[in-house]
């Protein structure tokens, strides 16, 4: 009896400790949420730290997307970081395959150095990268996206090499008495069997990038090439520090992360999994 | 099964080679070389890299225009003496303009003529303030003009900006540097630290799958998945002096001793950046250790049952050895990332108050950007550089190399 009683005090606890864990995790959002609804002055009066605003209103979102081009920048950062993610699954599914495949003089050379440049911090190319871009008239555009391949494309290439070495290769054998090229094979063969993989390094590329905040704060300040985390950090520097605008506009950001998060939770996780864990 | 490459196949690999080439190891090489210069944007004679002289002859042609200028304006007020002294300097500074000009920005010149044309550049100024003295008060007079016009023709020698080891002596004794290392080192350890035993801990209550696992994911993996600019501005709003819950939360529980200090002291701004980083990254240590535990075989805990081992000593002889590499990948990862932090620190309290937050990375970007001072920025990046390999070697060295070293095993 008193062992089952144990045991429940037990389980409690540890469901005391998770709801504790998703309270925590959640609640900033929340707060947000509650403030992006409230008039400016009962955010900074009274009622401060009321839960129901005394007048809600959308106002706020009404001046983030009209005034304040939280648009503009979610849809900079949906090019940058859709190219991003297109280029760099292509590429990193080309190198795989020939990394997964085939022996080649300074193999572990190119892995080490891969390895090296995911782990070197970031703040070592911006310089460089900032005097390239200026030097070629291109600071302030989309090109942007071809820097980004710095911090995406070294796990982008872990997790493909991993995911590709999984693939038989007996169904390559048969492609090629088939008389299918190395091209066709990796498109065709390999591509479509790596779906998982491919999905999963396509996501977490895509976040990287969408979160991506140094290079783009350093080369495309211009107003019409923020992207999202620029955008966001130039609201508290702009204007005077409206925080229940800058609820609504953190809440209009969010939004497609949170989709991304819910339809995409299991290649995120595995994307996570896959970067750093040996298999 | 696996082959020799062939040309047609190392075709696939080039466009990896060229974008690693051009967007990690230029920059790397050229970073580097940045921390041997003088090099500062902002400053027309160490705008670029100068191992030798240089002379800048259309800038010096272009001065001694604006000289003669200005002196044949003047000329009238001087007595006979001087303006005859004037015309013949007048007559040489044309002859230089013909000998120099639109001879580029930067020639090479011998260092005799160097040494001659600065010579000549110093007995002029010499020369004019002693003309000017002569013709004592003048009311409308261009000497003023001609003073910067003469300053400004040194600024055509360009002295070798090559420093050599300087930056990285200046980094050795800067004491900033090793504040912004400390608050690095501080924020980085406390914060992996506290990631690691609550991503333990809920990765061992998860790993009990018990309902609701899918809840927990999503929940746990929006703030991991949300920019960490988005995630400063929220936890900056949260801290606020007057209007921050979280500020009034901890005040009212006697954690800090007004709401104001959670930003305005540099223990409360050194919390706040650690508790927004654990908010936002416990969930990524959390899946990774999830995953490591998961790899574990069940048969082992029932052996350990059976052989009369409790739960604690199972889980520090069975379970933590059993996932020792995990721990150590998930450790280096984290570690890597916090040590590197710029986008939290600089938004969330802006390296404040009184740069008691300053991280390397915002310390470098502050001298890089800030004051275009991509010489000694660089050097503080190559600073930072070196304890990041450092870091990695000795996690290396913990974990065994056949992890990270070999990417066979992988």
């Known amino acids: 009896m008193s062992m089952r009683k144990s045991h429940a005090i037990a389980q409690l606890m540890l469901y005391v400790f998770i709801v504790l864990f998703l309270v925590i995790s959640l609640f900033p959002f929340f707060w947000i949420l509650v403030t992006s609804f409230k008039p400016e002055a009962e955010v900074m009066g009274a009622g401060a730290f009321r839960i129901i605003a005394e007048n809600p209103t959308v106002q706020n979102y009404v001046t983030v997307i009209a005034e304040r081009g939280m648009l503009m920048s979610i849809k900079n950062s949906f090019i940058v970081s859709g190219v991003c993610m297109l280029y760099v699954v292509a590429v990193a599914s080309m190198s795989a395959y020939i990394i997964s495949r085939f022996n080649f003089r300074g193999k572990a050379l190119l892995m080490g150095l891969i390895l090296s440049v995911s782990m070197f911090p970031q703040m070592i190319v911006v310089g460089p990268l900032f005097n390239m871009y200026y030097n070629l008239g291109i600071l302030n555009s989309y090109w942007i996206t071809l820097a980004y391949s710095t911090i995406t494309l070294p796990s982008a290439v872990w997790i493909m090499v991993t995911h590709f070495k999984q693939v038989p290769l007996a169904l390559e054998e048969a492609a090629k008495i088939d008389g299918c090229t190395i091209w066709g094979t990796l498109w065709r063969i390999i591509f479509p069997l790596a779906a998982p993989g491919v999905a999963t390094t396509a996501i977490m590329t895509f976040i990287a990038a969408w979160n991506e905040y140094l290079l783009s704060y350093t080369m495309n300040i211009d107003y019409n090439y923020q992207t999202v985390p620029v955008r966001i950090g130039y609201l508290r520097t702009q204007f005077t520090i409206f925080w229940s605008e800058i609820s609504a506009a953190t809440i209009v950001v969010t939004i497609p992360t949170l989709i991304i998060v819910l339809i995409f939770q299991k290649q995120i996780v595995a994307g996570i999994v896959n970067g750093a864990v040996k298999e | ?410």
């Open chain 2, 1 to 410: 099964m696996i082959k020799r490459m062939t040309f047609k196949q190392f075709l696939f690999i080039i466009p990896l080679l060229v974008l690693i080439g051009v967007f990690a190891l230029y920059p790397i090489v050229t970073s580097t070389m940045y921390g041997f210069f003088n090099y500062r944007t902002n400053n027309q004679q160490t705008n670029g890299f100068y191992l030798k002289h240089y002379f800048n002859a259309n800038l010096f042609a272009e001065n001694l225009k604006y000289v003669n200028y200005y002196l044949s304006a003047d000329v009238q007020y001087f007595d006979e003496e001087s303006a005859a002294a004037a015309a013949a300097l007048m007559d040489q500074n044309t002859k230089y303009m013909d000998q120099y000009v639109d001879q580029g920005t930067n020639i090479t010149i011998s260092t005799e003529t160097t040494s001659e044309l600065e010579q000549y550049v110093a007995d002029m100024q010499q020369q004019v303030a002693g003309w000017y003295s002569a013709a004592g008060e003048i009311e409308y007079s261009n000497q003023e003009n001609l003073d910067i016009i003469m300053g400004d023709l040194g600024t055509s020698f360009i002295k070798s900006n090559f420093v050599g080891g300087a930056n990285y002596q200046k980094l050795v004794t800067d004491s900033r540097f090793y504040a912004a290392l400390q608050h690095t080192l501080v924020f980085t350890t406390i914060s992996v630290v506290l990631e690691f035993i609550l991503g333990m801990a809920m990765a061992l209550i998860l790993d009990k799958a018990i309902r609701g696992i899918g809840v927990i994911r999503t929940a746990s993996l929006l703030p991991w998945a949300i920019p960490t600019a988005v995630s400063a501005m929220i936890w900056r709003y949260l801290y606020d002096g007057s209007y921050g819950i979280v500020a009034k939360l901890f005040a009212d529980i006697g954690i800090t001793s007004s709401q104001a200090s959670m930003m305005l002291t540099s223990t409360g701004a050194m919390s706040a950046a650690i508790i927004a980083d654990v908010w936002k990254t416990t969930p990524y240590m959390m899946l990774l250790l999830l995953a490591g535990l998961q790899t574990i075989d069940r048969g082992v805990y029932e052996s350990a049952a059976i052989d009369g081992s409790g739960k604690v000593r199972t889980f520090f002889r069975i379970t933590l050895p059993l996932m020792k590499s995990s721990i150590m990948v998930a450790l280096l990862f984290r570690t890597l990332d916090a040590f590197r932090i710029y986008d939290l620190i600089a938004l969330l309290t802006g390296g404040g108050p009184a740069n008691s937050t300053e991280t390397l990375s915002v310390y470098a970007y502050q001298i890089m950007f800030g004051q275009s001072n991509y010489g000694y920025g660089s050097a503080i990046v190559i600073g930072m550089f070196v304890c990041v390999a450092v870091i990695a070697v000795v996690f290396v060295k913990l974990l065994g190399a056949d992890v990270v070293g070999n990417p066979e095993s992988r």
